[in-house]
């Protein structure tokens, strides 16, 4: 029991040295003032608050990422999904995840091996380096909303082609409907280049607002990049800052 709760200590601590790293990598100074008091804004509802959005069949509200009504229409109309060769090669459909209502809403390219295996977005090395970033920003990984252009693997972690993205980001669209977020973060260049309809490199779109049916759109580089990249980190830290400039202090509902 006490090895246990040691090892749970020593993993906490590593925890919070690679949090701290990721602030010193991204040129801050100082440990930032978390922009929501804990409790201070209503709770996400409840996954499993509206019986009546379980009519749905095989799905709950309580499943990944369709905490409300409206999720899980999009998650069952979606179903067990062959719209687009992807689905051929899934283990997992990787839906969304997070506060169905956000105010910022994370937008990456599509699951990896890890996200695949597990049915949630940004899990893995990369995830993990996202859930430091929302930190950083003051907001736990719960208060936002994460979803993908595709929501099924491409083999071997290629590019979704058009066609697959065409066939399934009318779904990523309608989350985004659901979710109502004021702010959208686009995580990498396919990401950013795909919602935006454009070929411009992400370090021209990186830190410059954009649109995306109508909700702001800030493009940053992919956690993935910043792994490999650690020095763009303070880069990314700045768009991040944007965002909470523009969310202001209240980062959730
Ligand atoms: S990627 Fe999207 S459209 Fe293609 S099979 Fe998966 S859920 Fe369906």
């Given at each position: 029991m006490d090895d246990?709760?040691?090892?749970?200590?020593?993993?906490?601590?590593?925890?919070?040295?690679?949090?701290l790293r990721w602030l010193a990598d991204a040129g801050m100074r100082e440990i930032p003032t978390p922009a929501v008091a804990p409790g201070a804004h209503p709770p996400a509802r409840a996954p499993s608050a509206p019986p009546a959005g379980?009519?749905?069949?095989?799905?709950?509200t309580s499943d990944r990422g369709c905490g409300s009504e409206p999720l899980l229409a999009i998650r069952a109309e979606l179903g067990e999904c062959a719209r687009c060769p992807l689905g051929a090669g899934r283990t997992k459909l990787v839906f969304g995840?997070?506060?169905?209502?956000?105010r910022l809403m994370f937008v990456g390219e599509g699951p990896g091996a890890d996200e695949d295996r597990e049915g949630?977005?940004?899990?893995?090395?990369?995830?993990?380096?996202?859930?430091?970033?929302i930190e950083a920003m003051g907001?736990?990984?719960?208060?936002?909303?994460?979803?993908?252009?595709?929501?099924?693997?491409?083999?071997g972690n290629r590019n979704p082609e058009p066609a697959e993205i065409e066939a399934c980001e009318p779904f990523l669209r309608r989350q985004i409907e659901a979710v109502g977020p004021e702010v959208i973060v686009a995580l990498g260049k396919f990401a950013a280049q795909t919602l935006l309809r454009t070929t411009t490199p992400i370090t021209r779109l990186r830190g410059q607002w954009a649109r995306y049916g109508g909700v702001k759109l800030m493009p940053t580089f992919h956690p993935a990049y910043l792994l490999r990249s650690p020095e763009e980190?303070?880069?990314?830290?700045?768009?991040?800052?944007?965002?909470?400039?523009?969310?202001?202090p209240a980062g959730t509902r």
């Amino acid at each position: 029991m006490d090895d246990e709760r040691g090892r749970a200590v020593r993993e906490l601590a590593w925890e919070a040295v690679r949090h701290l790293r990721w602030l010193a990598d991204a040129g801050m100074r100082e440990i930032p003032t978390p922009a929501v008091a804990p409790g201070a804004h209503p709770p996400a509802r409840a996954p499993s608050a509206p019986p009546a959005g379980d009519a749905a069949p095989g799905y709950r509200t309580s499943d990944r990422g369709c905490g409300s009504e409206p999720l899980l229409a999009i998650r069952a109309e979606l179903g067990e999904c062959a719209r687009c060769p992807l689905g051929a090669g899934r283990t997992k459909l990787v839906f969304g995840t997070g506060n169905p209502t956000a105010r910022l809403m994370f937008v990456g390219e599509g699951p990896g091996a890890d996200e695949d295996r597990e049915g949630e977005p940004f899990v893995g090395k990369a995830g993990q380096l996202l859930t430091r970033m929302i930190e950083a920003m003051g907001l736990a990984r719960g208060d936002v909303y994460i979803a993908n252009v595709v929501k099924c693997r491409p083999p071997g972690n290629r590019n979704p082609e058009p066609a697959e993205i065409e066939a399934c980001e009318p779904f990523l669209r309608r989350q985004i409907e659901a979710v109502g977020p004021e702010v959208i973060v686009a995580l990498g260049k396919f990401a950013a280049q795909t919602l935006l309809r454009t070929t411009t490199p992400i370090t021209r779109l990186r830190g410059q607002w954009a649109r995306y049916g109508g909700v702001k759109l800030m493009p940053t580089f992919h956690p993935a990049y910043l792994l490999r990249s650690p020095e763009e980190k303070r880069k990314a830290w700045e768009d991040l800052q944007l965002v909470m400039k523009e969310l202001g202090p209240a980062g959730t509902r």
